[in-house]
């Protein structure tokens, strides 16, 4: 990627990390007072949660004018591991923020509250569903088209955050339909947590297959394939190997010419390979090719 490009991708990951972090402040905030202002727990566990989408905000921030450098000396094959780091680093803090909200809400079935949740805990859960629903699809917009793991695992996040929300909703019409239910309301955090520990390993899972060295797909890897063999020239692929760099694939193969034509001319069937891997080779970033002849 070169200069411009990488100062696009950091200037529109900082644009909607930098949105995400201030709506993130102001529903955190806003979570904490009306959970504790209308008695209910699970209002509350959902404001951890949102306090949490804040810390991996920051993370985001700070990372992405590391990952978005391009090669150097140091680093030849680029800083896209960074990125992988950060996603790690996401997915660990969820399910830490799911292990705590569970332990809280526990408490809370074993000593319930004396007089159901307010009405104003349903009023706040509903405005965060709407608020980070959108939030959380305009980040995986951005994700797909950045091409970003990390801000698909921040849009992972925030879609849990709104997806917390509605048994938020849900526990205190109960409770305030019937005051007998107001168990619910620890029941509606231990929900919440589930919802978000699933996340987290959600999110790690690709993690470590990637700093592992794990290699694309099958169906990935016989396309690659395919399009070397599709090159004029091209008698065999071997050796064939990848691996992930971030959310790219890095592809080394042997390319087969007929060992009698001019070296130039398989040369040029060579940078033909690379040029088609690098234009049409799903998430490409790095080819490197060893010529064989026959």
Not at 14 to 36: E, V
Not at 56 to 73: E, N, Q, Y
Not at 124 to 139: D, N, P
Request: hydrophobic residues 50%; aromatic residues 6%.
């Amino acid at each position: 990627m070169n200069g411009s490009g990488d100062n696009e991708v950091l200037r529109r990951t900082t644009r909607i990390t930098l949105a995400g972090f201030i709506l993130n402040i102001f529903l955190s905030g806003f979570k904490l007072a009306g959970g504790i202002l209308s008695s209910s727990n699970a209002l509350i566990a959902d404001g951890v949660h949102s306090l949490s989408d804040c810390i991996t905000d920051v993370a985001i921030l700070i990372g992405a004018k590391f990952w978005t450098r391009p090669s150097d000396a140091n680093h030849p094959h680029g800083h896209f591991r960074i990125e992988t780091i950060i996603s790690g680093f996401i997915g660990v803090f969820i399910i830490l923020t799911s292990l705590y909200i569970a332990w809280k809400s526990f408490g809370v079935i074993m000593n319930p509250a004396e007089k159901p949740p307010g009405w104003l805990a349903f009023a706040v859960a509903v405005i965060a569903i709407l608020a980070k629903g959108i939030l959380s699809r305009w980040t995986l917009r951005t994700s797909r088209e950045l091409k970003s793991p990390a801000l698909a695992a921040n849009a992972m996040h925030q879609w849990s955050d709104a997806l917390s929300s509605i048994p938020v909703a849900i526990v205190v019409l109960a409770a305030r339909i019937d005051r007998s239910l107001i168990v619910l309301d620890g029941i509606g955090g231990v929900i919440v947590s589930i919802f978000i520990f699933k996340l987290g390993i959600d999110i790690i899972r690709p993690v470590l297959l990637q700093l592992s060295d794990t290699a694309a797909p099958p169906e990935i890897i016989g396309e690659l394939r395919r399009i070397a063999l599709s090159v004029d020239g091209v008698r065999d692929v071997h050796n064939l190997r990848t691996r992930y760099q971030g959310d790219g694939i890095q592809a080394d193969m042997h390319i087969v010419v007929d060992g009698g034509m001019p070296l130039a001319e398989a040369f040029s069937i060579l940078k033909e390979v690379e040029r088609n891997l690098y234009m049409i080779g799903p998430g490409v970033v790095d080819v490197m090719l060893r010529l064989e002849p026959d």
